[in-house]
């Protein structure tokens, strides 16, 4: 059972890499509170002249990028960025991405190219919520918490095939190796609802051992209820529709573009998950 496995390598991996990661997750945590300070001190202009990017496991200015221009005349994405900068509680962040999405959607015009084409590229998650239903692994403390990343359209056809989207766990606990799971994406339509994508089989969840460049399969389903049998979800879990995620809202302006996420059908168990990305 998947939950099982991924637990069972973690584990492994701690037992072999314990020494090197507490050692480099002690300087990353340091490195990372540093970053955070400097963050809730640097002016706005200064921020706007720095740009958004990931370092250390955190957010943090980077000299010689600009934001996407959008975010110039958005408070409210500031606004996130600082709550989860500061680590707040949950409904605080959940209340800055409403007001985000309120603020941007009266104003938006709906894109001509199609979702799918939107959400090309390699993201990283800075935030997310019902997260532990997708892997236990990022349930663990920063120290041991994998970096969680998603790729999608070129970014990750070469990986794990055309029409894919796919999940990759690395760092913390896993250190060196890394963890995969890919499944079919397709734009989808519903009703109004702009930005949709449905998530199709086959599923595939890989792991990538250290220092290589091979993956080993550990489960690959053709269905969406083999997929969540595998996961150990309920009959009517099994039995309910494929997976909705719908952007919310989507910067399209290069690195630094920030996505919020949320699925909105399919599985029970993580209906209402929703993600915040940072585009690398």
Known sequence: KMPLIL???ALSLLACLALVIAVESLSLSKIGQDESRTLMTTSRRQWMQQGLLVSAGVMAGVRGRSLPAQ????PERQALLDSIAKKSNEEVVLKCIENLVA???QQSTKSSKPTSELVDGEWKL???IKDENFSPLLQLPVPLKPTSYQLAGSAAAPIVGDGRIAQLLSGGVLGPSKTWLSSGIVDYTVDDQPNILQIRPPFRL???PPFSSSRQTIVEAGSDADFRAVN????EAQQAPPNLYQQLYIESEGPGSLRISKIIEGDPVIVGATFVHVKL
């Open 7 to 9: 637990r069972s390598i």
């Open 71 to 74: 975010a110039q005349m958005i």
């Open 103 to 105: 603020s941007t959607q």
């Open 126 to 128: 800075i935030w997310s």
């Open 206 to 208: 890989e792991w990538q």
């Open 232 to 235: 150990v979800r309920s009959v």
